[in-house]
């Protein structure tokens, strides 16, 4: 043991850890579970979503107390620093990772009931790509490999990519026939939705390297979303 830090300093760092490793692994259940909602159009399954916001709400506040309390420390060693200030960024990104699950649940009720085809199968696999990224992006977190995050980092333009290939699909889906307006317009912010947790795996990336590294990315961040934010908006709590 590293002299100066007692035996609870130490307890304090691996309680540190466990939440941050228990709230990121939460977010990803959330996430995993709304994109199995969506694609078999289960009810329960999606109110199980909503329902368990409020889990990771509160997980994410006791790890930034957590962050805050370790912070104050008089006997923090400083090269837990950079770690614990990146932790505070990336518990409030997953946070809304989590309230994009569980928006995407809350559309799924309405998707449910509509005849949506092929359409719900398509905008899944989009969800499924943002999954792969926060997964492994989380892994990086846990392996502590820079390399992992500058990874995630430069893929997600494939991921806007693909987003704007599917965009155009539902607007193609929405014109062929009117009965298709509600479902369509569902499927968009869902889309949308799935969109923003690349963006966020991104800015987990980036906290990534500034932990391990004392730095962000000097490349400006790779983007190949050209749809208007006017367009959809935000559907992020």
């Not at 999954?131 to 997600?156: H, I, M, P, T």
């Not at 369509?184 to 987990?204: C, M, P, Q, S, W």
């Amino acid at each position: 043991m590293p002299i100066g830090q007692s035996r609870s300093s130490v307890a304090a760092l691996e309680h540190f850890a466990r939440l941050r490793m228990t709230l990121g692994g939460a977010v990803e259940e959330q996430l995993h579970s709304s994109i199995q909602a969506l694609e078999k159009r289960d009810i329960k399954l999606a109110n199980a979503v909503i329902e368990k916001d409020m889990m990771i709400d509160q997980l994410e506040q006791e790890l930034r107390e957590a962050a805050v309390e370790l912070l104050g420390s008089v006997w923090l060693p400083k090269p837990h620093i950079p770690e614990i200030l990146s932790t505070l960024s990336v518990s409030k990104t997953l946070e809304r990772i989590g309230d994009l699950s569980k928006n995407v649940s809350k559309r799924t009720l309405v998707i449910s009931g509509e005849d949506a085809g092929d359409m719900v199968t398509t905008v899944a696999r989009l969800g499924k790509r943002a999954l792969s990224q926060l997964s492994d992006v989380l892994d990086g977190y846990r392996e502590r490999d820079v390399k992992l995050a500058a990874s995630v980092w430069n893929s997600d333009s494939q991921l806007d990519e693909m987003f704007n290939s599917i965009f155009q699909e539902i607007a193609e889906y929405i014109v062929s026939d009117k009965s298709h307006i509600t479902a369509g317009l569902h499927l968009a912010f869902v889309a949308k939705n799935y969109e923003r947790v690349g963006d966020h795996t991104t800015n987990i990336a980036e906290q990534l390297q500034y932990s391990l590294t004392g730095e962000y990315p000097e490349a400006k961040r790779p983007k190949g979303d050209d749809t208007s934010s006017s367009i959809l908006g935000r559907d992020d709590d």
